[in-house]
C-alpha cells in the first residue's frame, strides 16, 4: 500500500493550558477541590494548548450523554469532512474517485454512521464501500492504516481512505474527580486526520495521483492479557467515563521492546535498520518510556512530543498527525525505513513497517 497523502483539522476553537486550567478550577471550586491539584496534573501532561470542539462557554449546556454525542455528530462532520477532502486534494483526487472509506473513533457514536453521512454533503460514490470501526481508542491510527492496507492488498487498483474523528471534550465527565478524569481533562484534545492510499503493485490503478507518503509493507498487532481495565471507557447514563490506569508506562516496558524486535525480525530486520519513529503522543511518562524501551534518543519523537505539547492527545488522531508532519518537514531519505507505533484499549499494540 502507498500513502497518497495525510490530511488534518482542528475546531477553530482553540485555548493556552492556562485558560483551560481557569475554566476547570472555577467550575469545580464550587464542589471544593483542590485548584492546585488539578494546576498540577495539568502541567505534568505537558500539553501547551487545546483546539475543543466547542466554544468553552457551551460546554455547561450539555446536560447529558445525548447532547454531547449530538454535538459530536455535528462537529465531527464538519471536521472530518475538512480532513479528508484535504488529504484528497493533496493527492489530485476527487471525491468520486475514492472506492473505501475506513472511519475510526472512540468519543461518539452514530447511526447511520459519519461515513454514510458524509456521502452527500462530499459527493462520495454511492458504491463507496464502508467501515466504520468503534471502540479501539488511542491505537486505531495505526490499527486503521492496517486494515486499510488489508483491504488493498486484496484489492490493489482501488484507492481508500482512512478518517479518524476525535472529539475528547465532549466526553468530559464534568462531575467525576477522579485522578483518571482529572489527568483526561488536561491531556486530551480534538481533532481530526485523514490518509488517501492506494495498492501497489502490477494491477495498482495508473491515474491514483502524486504521492507524498511512504508505502506501508508490514503490519501487526498484538494484545496484552488481562490488561481491559488499563484503559478504556466505562459507559453510564452520563456517557463515557474514562478508565485510565497509572500502569500504562510499565505495560510499555514490560512489552513493547521484545514485540518492536519481534515484529521486525520477522522481517529480517533490526531497531538499528529504522530511521523514522511515528509515535502516538499518549503523554510525557508513555513517550519516556518508548525512548528507554526502545533506546531511542530524545530527537527521534520530536515531531511526537511537539504535537502533544502543541494539541494533546488526539487519541486515534494523533499518530496521523504525526506522520503528517513527517511527511511534511522531516521527510526520511528515499529508501528509508520508517516504523509507526501506538498502543491503546485493550490493552494492545500496533506497529506499522514504512518504506519512505
Known sequence: MRILSVGTALPPN????????AA?????????????????????????GRHLALPLHEYPALTGFGDSNDAWIRVGLDVGEQALRQALDKAGL????????????VTGIATPSLDARLINRMGLRSDLVRVPIFGLG???????????????RAWPGKTAALLSVELCSLTLQRQDLSIPNLIASGLFGDGSAAVVATGTGPDARPDSG??????????????????????????????FKVVLSA??????????????????GAQGLSRADIRSWVCHPGGP???????????????????TRRSLREVGNLSSSSVLFVLGDTIAERRPPAGSLGLMLAMGPGFCSELVLLRW
Not at 482553540?14 to 486550567?21: H, I, N, P, R
Not at 504521492?211 to 459507559?235: C, K, L, N, Q
Not at 518510556?289 to 519523537?301: G, N
Open 247 to 264: 500502569a500504562v508506562p510499565q505495560v510499555v516496558e514490560q512489552h513493547l521492546g521484545a514485540d518492536v524486535d519481534a515484529f521486525l
Open 14 to 21: 482553540s485555548y493556552s493550558q492556562a485558560e483551560l486550567v
Open 138 to 152: 488511542c491505537v486505531a491510527g495505526a490499527a486503521g492504516l492496517s486494515r486499510l492496507a488489508d483491504w488493498l
Open 210 to 239: 502524486p504521492h507524498e507518503g511512504p508505502e506501508v509493507i508490514a503490519w501487526g498487532s498484538r494484545f496484552y492479557p488481562d490488561t481491559e481495565r488499563v484503559m478504556g471507557w466505562d459507559v453510564g447514563d452520563d456517557g
Open 285 to 303: 511518562k508513555v513517550l519516556t518510556a518508548f525512548e528507554r524501551v526502545l533506546d531511542l534518543p530524545p530527537e527521534a519523537l520530536a515531531l
Open 24 to 48: 476547570l478550577t472555577a467550575y469545580w471550586a464550587a464542589r471544593h477541590h483542590n485548584p492546585a491539584r488539578v494546576r498540577q496534573l495539568h502541567e505534568a501532561v505537558q500539553v501547551g
Open 94 to 105: 476527487r471525491p468520486d474517485q475514492l472506492d473505501a472509506l475506513f472511519t475510526v473513533s
